[in-house]
Protein backbone atom coordinates (compact mmCIF):
# COMPACT_ATOMS: atom_id res chain seq x y z
CA UNK A 1 0.00 0.00 0.00
CA UNK A 2 1.36 3.58 -0.95
CA UNK A 3 1.38 5.80 1.66
CA UNK A 4 0.15 9.84 1.11
CA UNK A 5 2.93 12.27 2.06
CA UNK A 6 2.85 13.80 5.12
CA UNK A 7 2.12 17.95 3.65
CA UNK A 8 4.33 20.24 5.95
CA UNK A 9 1.58 22.33 8.17
CA UNK A 10 1.64 24.61 11.34
CA UNK A 11 -0.83 26.22 13.71
CA UNK A 12 -0.90 28.95 16.55
CA UNK A 13 -2.37 28.30 19.84
CA UNK A 14 -3.32 32.10 20.48
CA UNK A 15 -3.18 32.69 23.82
CA UNK A 16 -4.46 35.12 26.31
CA UNK A 17 -5.17 35.39 30.50
CA UNK A 18 -8.94 35.65 30.70
CA UNK A 19 -11.27 36.97 33.92
CA UNK A 20 -10.82 33.19 34.86
CA UNK A 21 -7.82 32.31 33.84
CA UNK A 22 -6.14 30.16 30.69
CA UNK A 23 -7.36 31.58 27.01
CA UNK A 24 -7.04 29.90 23.77
CA UNK A 25 -8.46 31.40 20.26
CA UNK A 26 -10.19 28.33 18.05
CA UNK A 27 -12.39 28.45 14.98
CA UNK A 28 -14.83 26.38 13.90
CA UNK A 29 -14.17 24.23 10.12
CA UNK A 30 -15.91 25.10 7.68
CA UNK A 31 -18.32 22.17 6.77
CA UNK A 32 -16.77 22.02 2.99
CA UNK A 33 -13.25 21.89 4.38
CA UNK A 34 -12.07 18.46 3.27
CA UNK A 35 -10.03 18.26 7.13
CA UNK A 36 -11.93 18.18 9.98
CA UNK A 37 -14.40 19.80 8.24
CA UNK A 38 -17.35 21.58 11.02
CA UNK A 39 -14.95 20.78 13.87
CA UNK A 40 -13.31 23.29 16.39
CA UNK A 41 -9.70 23.42 15.74
CA UNK A 42 -6.49 25.90 16.11
CA UNK A 43 -6.00 28.41 13.82
CA UNK A 44 -3.41 26.92 11.08
CA UNK A 45 -3.08 25.34 7.87
CA UNK A 46 -0.48 24.13 4.97
CA UNK A 47 3.07 25.64 4.79
CA UNK A 48 3.46 27.28 1.39
CA UNK A 49 6.69 27.41 -0.90
CA UNK A 50 6.81 31.10 0.10
CA UNK A 51 7.22 30.60 3.52
CA UNK A 52 10.76 29.16 2.88
CA UNK A 53 12.13 32.51 1.11
CA UNK A 54 11.60 34.78 4.34
CA UNK A 55 14.50 34.29 6.05
CA UNK A 56 15.83 38.17 5.85
CA UNK A 57 12.40 39.31 7.44
CA UNK A 58 12.25 37.52 10.40
CA UNK A 59 13.35 37.77 13.64
CA UNK A 60 14.56 35.04 15.93
CA UNK A 61 15.64 32.40 13.61
CA UNK A 62 19.29 32.37 13.73
CA UNK A 63 19.35 29.03 15.01
CA UNK A 64 16.20 27.65 13.27
CA UNK A 65 16.92 25.03 9.69
CA UNK A 66 14.99 26.52 7.10
CA UNK A 67 11.94 23.96 7.67
CA UNK A 68 11.49 24.96 10.94
CA UNK A 69 11.48 28.50 9.86
CA UNK A 70 9.28 28.29 7.49
CA UNK A 71 7.01 26.29 9.61
CA UNK A 72 7.06 29.13 12.38
CA UNK A 73 6.85 31.91 8.88
CA UNK A 74 3.58 29.86 7.91
CA UNK A 75 2.21 29.64 11.48
CA UNK A 76 2.22 33.49 11.53
CA UNK A 77 0.92 34.21 7.74
CA UNK A 78 -2.51 31.55 8.46
CA UNK A 79 -2.93 33.19 11.63
CA UNK A 80 -3.08 36.96 9.90
CA UNK A 81 -4.80 35.27 7.04
CA UNK A 82 -7.80 32.93 8.90
CA UNK A 83 -7.93 35.48 12.18
CA UNK A 84 -6.71 38.50 11.32
CA UNK A 85 -3.61 38.53 13.85
CA UNK A 86 -0.27 39.50 13.00
CA UNK A 87 2.63 38.68 15.07
CA UNK A 88 4.61 40.92 13.06
CA UNK A 89 7.02 44.38 13.40
CA UNK A 90 7.91 47.54 11.70
CA UNK A 91 11.30 47.03 11.04
CA UNK A 92 13.47 49.04 13.00
CA UNK A 93 10.99 48.73 15.54
CA UNK A 94 10.48 46.48 19.06
CA UNK A 95 6.60 46.63 19.43
CA UNK A 96 4.22 44.32 17.59
CA UNK A 97 2.51 46.38 14.99
CA UNK A 98 -0.68 48.38 16.52
CA UNK A 99 -4.24 47.48 16.35
CA UNK A 100 -4.18 50.59 14.04
CA UNK A 101 -1.45 49.30 12.08
CA UNK A 102 -3.41 46.84 11.43
CA UNK A 103 -6.40 47.83 9.84
CA UNK A 104 -4.34 49.16 6.87
CA UNK A 105 -2.70 45.57 6.29
CA UNK A 106 -6.25 43.99 6.51
CA UNK A 107 -6.53 43.96 2.38
CA UNK A 108 -3.73 41.80 2.39
CA UNK A 109 -5.51 38.71 3.97
CA UNK A 110 -7.01 37.40 0.96
CA UNK A 111 -4.67 38.01 -1.37
CA UNK A 112 -2.31 35.88 0.33
CA UNK A 113 -4.74 33.24 1.09
CA UNK A 114 -5.13 33.11 -2.93
CA UNK A 115 -1.74 32.89 -3.40
CA UNK A 116 -2.20 36.44 -5.54
CA UNK A 117 0.72 37.96 -3.11
CA UNK A 118 4.08 36.21 -1.93
CA UNK A 119 4.63 36.71 1.53
CA UNK A 120 7.98 37.97 0.62
CA UNK A 121 6.48 40.68 -1.15
CA UNK A 122 3.81 41.32 1.08
CA UNK A 123 6.87 41.57 3.64
CA UNK A 124 9.12 44.08 1.91
CA UNK A 125 6.28 46.14 0.48
CA UNK A 126 4.84 47.30 4.44
CA UNK A 127 8.55 46.59 5.72
CA UNK A 128 7.78 44.68 8.14
CA UNK A 129 9.54 41.84 9.85
CA UNK A 130 7.77 38.41 11.27
CA UNK A 131 7.60 37.93 14.98
CA UNK A 132 9.18 34.33 15.30
CA UNK A 133 10.78 35.04 18.53
CA UNK A 134 7.36 35.53 19.97
CA UNK A 135 6.30 31.88 19.01
CA UNK A 136 7.18 28.83 21.51
CA UNK A 137 7.19 25.36 20.05
CA UNK A 138 4.61 23.41 21.45
CA UNK A 139 3.82 19.87 20.00
CA UNK A 140 4.51 18.29 16.59
CA UNK A 141 1.82 15.82 14.93
CA UNK A 142 2.19 13.31 11.89
CA UNK A 143 -0.78 12.31 10.10
CA UNK A 144 -1.28 8.63 10.63
CA UNK A 145 0.22 6.55 7.26
CA UNK A 146 -2.80 4.49 6.74
CA UNK A 147 -4.73 7.97 5.94
CA UNK A 148 -5.55 9.36 2.71
CA UNK A 149 -4.92 12.56 3.27
CA UNK A 150 -1.63 13.35 5.77
CA UNK A 151 -0.21 16.23 7.82
CA UNK A 152 3.23 17.00 9.30
CA UNK A 153 2.08 19.90 11.74
CA UNK A 154 3.92 21.86 14.07
CA UNK A 155 1.89 23.76 17.08
CA UNK A 156 3.51 26.62 18.72
CA UNK A 157 2.18 29.04 21.54
CA UNK A 158 1.56 32.74 21.38
CA UNK A 159 0.81 35.84 23.17
CA UNK A 160 -2.79 37.46 21.20
CA UNK A 161 -1.71 41.16 21.19
CA UNK A 162 -4.06 43.01 22.96
CA UNK A 163 -5.30 45.29 20.40
CA UNK A 164 -5.65 42.92 17.82
CA UNK A 165 -9.30 41.63 17.04
CA UNK A 166 -9.22 37.62 16.47
CA UNK A 167 -12.11 36.93 14.19
CA UNK A 168 -12.52 34.11 11.81
CA UNK A 169 -12.37 34.61 8.21
CA UNK A 170 -16.03 33.62 7.20
CA UNK A 171 -14.42 31.12 4.50
CA UNK A 172 -12.32 28.22 5.89
CA UNK A 173 -13.64 28.97 9.53
CA UNK A 174 -17.39 30.02 9.95
CA UNK A 175 -17.57 30.84 13.73
CA UNK A 176 -14.53 31.76 16.26
CA UNK A 177 -14.04 31.65 20.13
CA UNK A 178 -12.22 32.81 23.05
CA UNK A 179 -12.54 29.57 25.40
CA UNK A 180 -10.38 28.01 28.49
CA UNK A 181 -9.06 24.58 27.67
CA UNK A 182 -11.57 23.66 30.51
CA UNK A 183 -14.99 24.72 28.67
CA UNK A 184 -13.52 23.46 25.37
CA UNK A 185 -13.27 20.08 26.72
CA UNK A 186 -16.68 20.01 28.43
CA UNK A 187 -18.65 21.12 25.59
CA UNK A 188 -16.38 18.59 23.59
CA UNK A 189 -18.01 16.10 26.18
CA UNK A 190 -21.84 17.36 26.10
CA UNK A 191 -21.72 17.55 22.28
CA UNK A 192 -21.43 21.40 22.18
CA UNK A 193 -18.23 21.27 19.88
CA UNK A 194 -16.63 18.69 17.89
CA UNK A 195 -12.57 18.30 18.90
CA UNK A 196 -10.97 15.96 17.27
CA UNK A 197 -8.11 13.76 18.72
CA UNK A 198 -5.16 15.60 18.01
CA UNK A 199 -6.53 18.77 19.50
CA UNK A 200 -8.30 17.82 22.06
CA UNK A 201 -5.12 16.19 23.51
CA UNK A 202 -3.46 19.52 23.14
CA UNK A 203 -6.17 21.41 24.46
CA UNK A 204 -5.76 19.16 27.65
CA UNK A 205 -2.44 19.77 27.40
CA UNK A 206 -2.77 23.21 27.59
CA UNK A 207 -5.16 22.93 30.42
CA UNK A 208 -2.27 21.73 32.50
CA UNK A 209 -1.42 25.67 32.78
CA UNK A 210 -3.28 28.20 34.42
CA UNK A 211 -1.66 31.21 32.67
CA UNK A 212 0.09 32.37 29.74
CA UNK A 213 3.11 32.56 31.29
CA UNK A 214 2.86 29.37 33.10
CA UNK A 215 1.98 27.52 29.73
CA UNK A 216 4.83 29.42 27.67
CA UNK A 217 7.23 28.57 30.69
CA UNK A 218 6.04 24.76 30.72
CA UNK A 219 6.17 24.36 26.51
CA UNK A 220 9.67 26.05 26.78
CA UNK A 221 10.86 23.31 29.51
CA UNK A 222 9.31 20.21 27.95
CA UNK A 223 10.56 17.68 25.26
CA UNK A 224 9.05 17.87 21.86
CA UNK A 225 8.19 14.25 20.90
CA UNK A 226 7.40 13.77 17.52
CA UNK A 227 3.65 11.76 17.23
CA UNK A 228 2.52 9.47 14.79
CA UNK A 229 -0.65 7.61 16.10
CA UNK A 230 -1.50 4.06 15.30
CA UNK A 231 -4.21 2.04 15.15
CA UNK A 232 -4.60 -0.83 17.40
CA UNK A 233 -7.48 -3.42 18.00
CA UNK A 234 -8.19 -4.10 21.68
CA UNK A 235 -10.33 -7.10 23.02
CA UNK A 236 -13.27 -4.23 23.31
CA UNK A 237 -12.66 -2.35 19.94
CA UNK A 238 -9.84 0.08 17.43
CA UNK A 239 -8.12 2.02 19.45
CA UNK A 240 -6.30 5.77 18.35
CA UNK A 241 -2.96 5.31 20.17
CA UNK A 242 -0.05 7.75 20.34
CA UNK A 243 3.75 7.04 22.33
CA UNK A 244 3.11 7.25 26.17
CA UNK A 245 6.75 9.96 26.24
CA UNK A 246 5.21 12.25 24.48
CA UNK A 247 3.49 14.20 28.05
CA UNK A 248 0.01 13.61 27.11
CA UNK A 249 -2.63 12.47 30.04
CA UNK A 250 -4.49 10.75 27.17
CA UNK A 251 -2.28 8.29 24.81
CA UNK A 252 -5.04 6.19 23.63
CA UNK A 253 -8.96 6.50 22.44
CA UNK A 254 -11.23 4.45 21.36
CA UNK A 255 -12.51 4.82 17.84
CA UNK A 256 -16.20 5.19 17.22
CA UNK A 257 -17.81 2.67 15.31
CA UNK A 258 -19.68 3.70 12.69
CA UNK A 259 -23.19 4.48 12.01
Not at 183 to 206: C, Q, S
Not at 218 to 229: C, G, K, N, Q, W
Amino acid sequence: MSVAPAVPAATILMLRDGPTGLETFMVVRHHQIDFASGALVFPGGKVDDGDFNVRDYCDGVDDADDTMLAMMAGAIRESFEECGVLLAREAGGEDLVSGEKLKTLEHYRDPLNNGEVALVDFLEKEQLRLACDKLQHFAHWITPEALPKRFDTHFYLALAPADHLAIHDGYESVDSIWISPEDALKGNADGTYTIIFPTRVNVEMLGESSSVEEAMQMAAERTIVSVLPWMEQREDGGYVCIPEDAGYATTAEKMQSPG
